[in-house]
């Protein structure tokens, strides 16, 4: 069956960086995108950008751009997140998820929690 | 960015009973290939979203027939009939037929 494991809760420092992974098993890792998506504390989502791990193309939303940087390793199954530069305002959860085909998302992580706190 | 506005913002429902919730597009969701890109998903406490919908009004693989959604160009409705304990917690509506994809901003499911 298809599964996302996410990397554990991550405490960091303001300025600081961060990279959260995305294990995928249970389908061939190369044939659907991986998303991002941003929860804020007590809020709703936020869909952050895609990374499709056959070719390593990327999409990001523009207010995500620079401060996230999507990448893959195939020969572990694993997507990564890297946050930089990071603020308060990056104190989130954040889901990585597949869809059926591009979207759809119809497998999602459990969620990362990253806190950002001096 | 299109901005999907979601009425009501929370709605308490009697087991049993009918739930509606609306999702309104500040854009047609409709896409050049004819098709219309608009998904809802629930997200139950402390769990992450699971998908319900997708193109406006196909169940996911799973889902009970008790979720129906509909709607196109800008106006979209995800109906729940028969309420059940299991249906409570907060819904919402996305799309993807515009760069970026946006989601509503949710609507919370109580029970009564």
């Known amino acids: 069956q298809v599964q996302l494991q996410q990397s554990g809760t991550e405490l960091v420092k303001p300025a600081s960086s961060v990279k959260i992974s995305c294990k995928a098993s249970g389908y061939t890792f190369t044939s659907n995108y991986i998303h991002w998506i941003r929860q804020q504390p007590g809020d709703g989502l936020e869909w952050i950008g895609w990374i499709y791990p056959g070719n390593g193309d990327t999409k990001y939303y523009q207010k995500f751009d620079g401060k996230t940087t999507l990448t893959t390793d195939k020969s572990s199954s694993t997507a990564y997140m890297q946050l930089s530069s990071l603020t308060s305002e990056d104190s989130a959860v954040y889901f990585c998820?597949?869809?059926?085909?591009?979207?759809?998302?119809?497998?999602w992580g459990q969620g990362t929690l990253v806190t950002v706190s001096s | 960015d299109v901005v999907l506005t979601q009425t009501p913002v929370s709605l308490s429902v009697t087991l049993g009973d009918q739930a509606s919730i609306s999702c309104r597009s500040s854009?047609?969701?409709?896409?050049?290939?004819?098709?219309?890109?608009l998904e809802w998903y629930l997200q139950k406490p402390g769990q992450s979203p699971q998908l319900l919908i997708y193109?406006?009004?196909n169940r996911f693989s799973g889902v009970p027939d008790r979720f129906i959604g509909s709607g196109s160009g800008t106006d979209f409705t995800l109906k729940i009939s028969r309420v059940e304990p299991e249906d409570l917690g907060v819904y919402y509506c996305?799309?993807?037929?515009?760069?970026?994809?946006?989601f509503g901003s949710g609507t919370k499911l109580e029970i009564k």
């Open positions: 854009q047609s969701l409709e896409y050049s290939d004819g098709y219309t890109y």
């Open positions: 996305f799309q993807v037929t515009h760069d970026p994809f946006t």
């Open positions: 998820a597949r869809g059926m085909g591009i979207f759809g998302f119809a497998y």
């Open positions: 193109e406006v009004s």
